[in-house]
């Protein structure tokens, strides 16, 4: 068994954004030269999350619209008496995931057609991290 | 450390269904005579979704007019400006998540006495993939 | 490759609540003396979960009035036919998800600097079991 594991950071230019980083993922997993294995891609700062969806402009603004009407910013949350003012996005987050796990089959990432991961960016403007490890042989 | 990958296929008669899974991953995982290890269940397609929960018909019931409430379909979605008529599949299938892992302990399943695995499809009646990852020894 | 399975048993005082499960996870992973792997936290039980979030009262108070918004209790659910009255758990416990996998790097849970496990309960007051199982070498 052998394991790999990288980081990859991001400094989002506006508050929320949906970043594609299946390119950025396929090359760590390149790099590990793992044949078999599992892949796990996870968000370590809380208002941010992963997940797997569509790369389609469209899609990608429904998603923020939908996430704005179930946990709207704006509100009195209680998380705020501490003087941040995020708590829409520790929820947007969780109702997108917080990380996936990839299945590396014959070396490479083992995806759908259509399936493509995302890095959910919901309060940045400021360096996050994401880890990125790799288990198999 | 072993890995044994396989694949599941599903087409729903209609366009929406709850797919009791768990004896089949169960005879993968038997297949695999792997005895401690994770077993990644996830779909492969973006608009269907993989789930451990109960299986009662009641609740099931409730899960889909719950979805429905949450992301309705029949909105005007962006999404749609492609020709897609099934934004709302995609934001279902978010809630309920996309895959899951399963602990193998002795060889078996280590699941609670109610912990069902569900496919959740959300726009069907066409021929789409579950990858189904075993790792461990 | 190494695996190491364990348990947590919990029985709440009331019948909602987080708990912060970050110290009991990080002892099973040092007893576990694995250095490079994956530990997978998953509640075994159907209307409870596992989250990794924010340690603050007040954002936790924001989690569970959230909650109760898109999934409130004290509705007709179909579920309740079968003399249940906890669907609004099993819905719940599917927005904040039901496991989790933390990376474990040179011996310790790999996690960002906020990042905290939460036991989820949403039907206490009995006693439920959530699996950890830690795979790796």
């Given amino acids: 068994m052998r394991a790999h594991t990288d980081y990859l950071w991001f400094t989002t230019r506006t508050r929320r954004e949906l970043v594609n980083i299946t ?9 590990a030269k793992i044949a078999e294995g599992f892949c796990l891609v996870s968000a370590m700062h809380i208002t941010a999350g992963v997940y797997v969806n569509d790369w389609e402009n469209g899609l990608m603004h429904d998603f923020q619209e939908w996430l704005e009407k179930l946990a709207p910013s704006g509100l009195n949350y209680r998380h705020h008496q501490t003087g941040e003012d995020n708590a829409d996005a520790h ?3 969780t109702i997108m995931g917080h990380q996936v796990i990839l299945p590396v089959t014959k070396g490479d990432l083992d995806l759908g057609p259509w399936e493509q991961v995302f890095y959910a960016e919901f309060d940045g403007q400021r360096r996050k991290r994401v880890v990125i490890k790799i288990m198999g042989e």
Avoid: C, S
């Fill in 23 to 31: 390119d950025r993922i396929a090359a760590i997993v390149a790099a």
């Fill in 91 to 93: 929820l947007k987050r």
